[in-house]
């Protein structure tokens, strides 16, 4: 059974916490922002299964057209800054492990990686 957003949030901030990154500013505000982001995807995930791929959009003159959904262009610009910020909080784990503990953070790093797929 797939993991909740949730599960995966508190499953993330163990390892980290393990790694005692979890109360670094930068960790902290890029994993909010990953969280916000996963939250934007779900809700525009139900807007594409709600709407479909293509929707109607009426024009001045009451004229109609079908056209591309917006929310699939929405939904690939999040998953990219999703996919960024996925990177961005690899590498703040990364350098502050540095001063040791490689084997735990790697760890972590593949988490955050299987996350993103």
Do not use: C, H, W
């Not at 980290?16 to 500013?25: C, H, I, K, L, T």
């Not at 779900?42 to 791929?53: H, R, V």
């Amino acid at each position: 059974m797939a993991k909740s957003l949730q599960q995966q949030a508190d499953e993330i901030l163990a390892k980290a916490e393990e790694r005692g990154v979890q109360s670094n500013f930068f960790f902290r505000t890029t994993f909010k922002r990953y969280q916000v982001q996963m939250t934007a995807l779900a809700s525009l995930e139900k807007a594409i299964a709600d709407y479909g791929a293509t929707v109607t959009k009426e024009y001045v003159k009451g004229r109609q057209n079908l056209v591309v959904n917006p929310a699939i262009t929405e939904y690939n610009k999040t998953a990219t800054a999703r996919n960024g910020t996925v990177r961005t909080l690899i590498n703040i784990v990364k350098s502050l492990s540095e001063e040791g503990g490689e084997e735990r953070v790697s760890k972590l790093e593949q988490l955050l990686s299987d996350l993103n797929e």
